[in-house]
Structures are given as C-alpha cells and as structure tokens.
C-alpha cells in the first residue's frame, strides 16, 4: 500500500466513525456537493421526465438570488457544484453564474475542484459559445468543467425517446465540437449520461462504443420513478422493465467495462434482487435546491425542508425538520429501488466503510484507478 493510499485509507475510517455519529443525531455535516436546478425550461419533451410540463407561471430564481445563495458560509467545504434543470443552457446569464462562482471561490470554498453542467445538448448554438466563454476563468482558478450530454441512443431512436426531431445528429454535433474544445482547454471534461429504458435496453453497447472511440466518460443507469426530481409517477407502467430487459442489463454491468465500477456492482445486485444497498450521505454532505427555490435533502424524495427565498439556507440545512428527514435517508422504500449514480459519488468518501472496504477487495492499484476515474480525489486533502 502507497502512502497515499494508507492516508486514504485513514481518512475513510475517520469518517465512517464521524458518519455513523451524524446518523445517530441527525445532525448533518458540511455540504460537500450541491446540485442547483437553475430552470425547469426545456426545449425537449422526454419520456421519462416531467420536468417540463412545469408551469412557465413558476418562476425561476433570478441569478442574484443563485449567486446570493452560493455566497452562504454553509459552503465553505464545498468540492463540487452540478449545476442542472431543465435546460441550463436556455439560460442567456449562465456564463454570469460561472463567473460569479468563479469569484466567490477565493473567499467562500477554496476547496472547490469543479463545477458540473448537464445539457441535452441539443442547442450547439447556445452550449458552445458558453463554454467557450467560461473556459478561461474557470481555468485561471484551477476549476474543471465537467459537460455531461444526454445520449439514449447512437441513432434516431434518441429523438423518440427526447421527443425532439433531429435530436441525435444534434447531440452528436454538440458533442463532437466539445471533444474538439478539449485541445484548447485540458480542464475541460466531457461525458455522456444514457437513461435506460425499455425503449433503449438494446443501445447500451452502442453507447458505450461510441463513448470509448471520443474519450468520453459514461453515466448510464436506469430511469427513476420519483414523485421528487423527474415528478413522473405516471409513467411508472410505461417505464417498468420486464425480465428479459433485466437480464440485458445484467449482462451489460456484469461485463469487462464495469469490473471496478461501484455503480456497476450495486445496479447487477438491484436487478437480481430487486433492492439497492449502498451508503448513503443525502443531507449530511449533499442537497437539491430545485429552480423556485425549495430545498430537498434529497432529489429524489419529495419532502422540501422550506424556500431559499424565505429563510436562510443555512437555517434550512441544520432546521429541525431537516434532521427528522435526516434519520430517515437510506430506510424509506425509495431508498431500496435508488439507482441515482451521482448521489452515491458524493456519499462514497463522506460514508466512509463501504469505500474503504473496496479498498481492501480491490487492491490499491485498480482503487486508485477507480478513485481518480470517479474524481473522488478531491474529497480528500492529502
């Protein structure tokens, strides 16, 4: 074991013991990551969410109050930022956002390592001149942009799944200038994230394939029924899976491409068994403020802890209410069926256990790979 990874190692235990403390109290930690839907706009009409069928008359908070948020002493120890909707990029201040993120991290989160920006990708027009024009100081403050595209499907059937004509020579478009962008800016990551669904089961070689030949990181999971972030309880039966859509799957996570992957191991487990088991931190390192201002601890569960609008987010984030929700994470039935890879990211490190005895059953040269491959590294300060 190198030094490096026995000081992981130690850091991960020191943290399972402060996890379990929290867990018992309900007391939370410092916000680690925070994930802001920053509109519920969007020019796509998707299958599996119902993030657009929004009123236009629910307003979106303005950029003061984004940047009057993230300005809060609450995010001191913040590492990461996904910023999410909606659309983001139907923004016309995005580029404001990121540079006034990119002057608040001197003196508010030092620690800050990268901000996030999910697109559908289907504006080339507007996604590319943005990024372009943050590039250079998010650059100067040593920040990664990490520009993850949705992809269904390598062929028509992603217009299908977006409802949007043209949709996969679009994205493909968007795509392929991003990839030429990474010559100029070398902290420029760009990755694709595939909702499975009944419709797409088949396409997941495809999309990896595709994804391998450009360099790009993969997040592919299965659609999530919630009445919290995609509100698409009525979709349930229209997205369910039938058992030879479970095995496609299995084969496909149980394959060489997944072999160290976390995420993988817990989605084979799911579809065998029916029921998710990993740790996780929702509340205690990480929430969701959704695009009116409401905070959830977690995304996925439908119980807000109040409005930024009305009362400080600190207060929100350490409230009575959020504690007894606190409690709760990881034993409510929509715990059980959780297949959402980002969360498990930011509870990784902050859980501590599970990470570490990946350590052990791993070896410490495929966890180090696996480490720096997820981008965990920035939760440690060694």
């Known amino acids: ?45 998707c299958v599996m969410c119902n993030i657009w069928k929004i009123s236009h008359d629910v307003p979106n908070l303005t950029m003061d109050q984004w940047l ?19 659309e983001p990029f139907l923004r016309s201040d995005l580029v404001e956002l990121f540079n006034g993120i990119c002057t608040l991290k001197h003196d508010h989160y030092a620690g800050l390592k990268s901000i996030a920006v999910t697109t559908n990708g289907l504006l080339p027009e507007r996604v590319l001149p943005a990024v372009e024009a943050m590039m250079p100081i998010m650059q100067e403050q040593g920040l990664d942009l990490v520009v993850v595209c949705a992809l269904d ?16 020579p679009t994205v493909d478009r968007t795509i392929e200038a991003l990839v030429g962008l990474r010559k100029f800016f070398p902290n420029l990551i760009v990755g694709v994230k595939t ?61 060489d491409r997944f072999q160290w992957s976390f995420h993988g191991r817990s989605l084979v487990e799911y579809f065998e068994t029916g029921s998710v088991s990993k740790p996780c931190s929702c509340g205690f390192n990480y929430f969701f403020v959704r ?11 439908n119980a807000s802890v109040g409005n930024v609008t009305e009362t400080d987010v600190g207060d929100l984030f350490s409230s009575d209410r959020a504690g007894r929700i606190r409690k709760t994470i990881g034993r409510l039935p929509q715990c059980h069926s959780c297949t959402e890879p980002g969360l498990e990211r930011y509870s990784l490190p902050f859980e501590g256990w599970h990470y570490l005895k990946m350590l052990w059953q791993t070896g410490g040269v495929k966890f180090m790979e696996m480490h720096r491959h997820m981008g965990l590294d920035k939760y440690f300060n060694i």
């Open 1 to 45: 074991m190198t030094m490096e990874t026995a000081k992981i190692a130690a850091g991960l235990l020191k943290n399972a013991l402060r996890y379990r403390y929290l867990r018992r109290t309900g007391r939370p930690g410092r916000p680690q990551a925070l994930s802001l839907e920053i509109t519920h706009d969007c020019v796509a009409r």
């Open 68 to 86: 009057s948020l993230l300005s809060s002493d609450l995010f001191m120890d913040i590492r990461e930022l996904d910023i999410t909707g909606g």
């Open 153 to 168: 499907a390598v062929s028509d059937l992603h217009d299908r799944i977006r409802n949007f004509p043209g949709a996969w």
């Open 195 to 255: 909702t499975i669904l009944p419709l797409n089961v088949d396409e997941l070689d495809g999309i990896a394939r595709y994804a391998e030949a450009r360099g790009l990181f993969t997040i592919i999971s299965p659609c999530i029924i919630t009445e919290g972030r995609y509100l698409n309880p009525d979709r349930a039966e229209d997205l369910a899976f039938d058992e030879q859509d479970l095995q496609k799957m299995i084969t496909f996570f149980s394959g």
């Open 291 to 301: 695009s009116n201002g409401e905070v959830f601890l977690c995304p996925l569960i």
